[in-house]
């Protein structure tokens, strides 16, 4: 029994290291596919300086796995529950965020930090019109819960506050304007 024990291990170990070398050729929707993700949900996006103000320290580019998408849903879900949970109750209708039905176009920029740690930002997007959201991301102002985003650590298991953005509009018209898909949005470049 341990000898069948060691020998999944080690092909376990053979098929995680054969997929980690074969990423940095493989594109975004190629490792999303691969880890039996959506496509039509998930970017990844490259890592360079222009996002070095979401990070907290000196970071290189990173490639995710499949591990990496599985952690990350789960931190995400927390991150959620975390916010809401926190939030006051006259806020929760406004920006508060159902964890359970996540219907978010999702952008994921991965890096690791001098010490080795893993860190994922992930921006949520309930829109992005006629933006290419596979290959820029996007800086949302406003639009409410519709667009929220959150820093990940994938070594400490750890998370940022969630942002949500807020809205420039009363809570009377809130409804209205976020339905409409009222905010602004710009590539970062």
Known sequence: MKTIIFIFVLLLVAVTEAFAQ????????????????DTAKIAVIKFTPAFS???????SPVYLNC??????DTLVVRAINTHNFHMENWL???????SSSL???????????????KLVWANFLCSVYHFDWKKVALDVADGGKCYFNVL???????????????SAFTPA????FAEAGACWLRPVK
């Open 22 to 37: 074969s990423s940095d050729k493989m594109s975004s929707d190629e490792i999303v596919l691969a880890c039996g993700y």
């Open 173 to 176: 018209h809130h409804r209205s």
């Open 67 to 72: 591990t990496d998408f599985r952690w990350i």
């Open 53 to 59: 103000d979401r990070f907290p320290a000196e970071v």
């Open 92 to 98: 929760q209708q406004a920006r508060g965020i159902d």
């Open 152 to 166: 990940l650590n994938l070594i400490t298991m750890s998370f940022s506050p969630l942002s949500v953005n807020g």
């Open 103 to 117: 219907n978010y176009k999702r952008q994921y920029l991965a890096v690791v930090t001098l010490n080795g740690e």
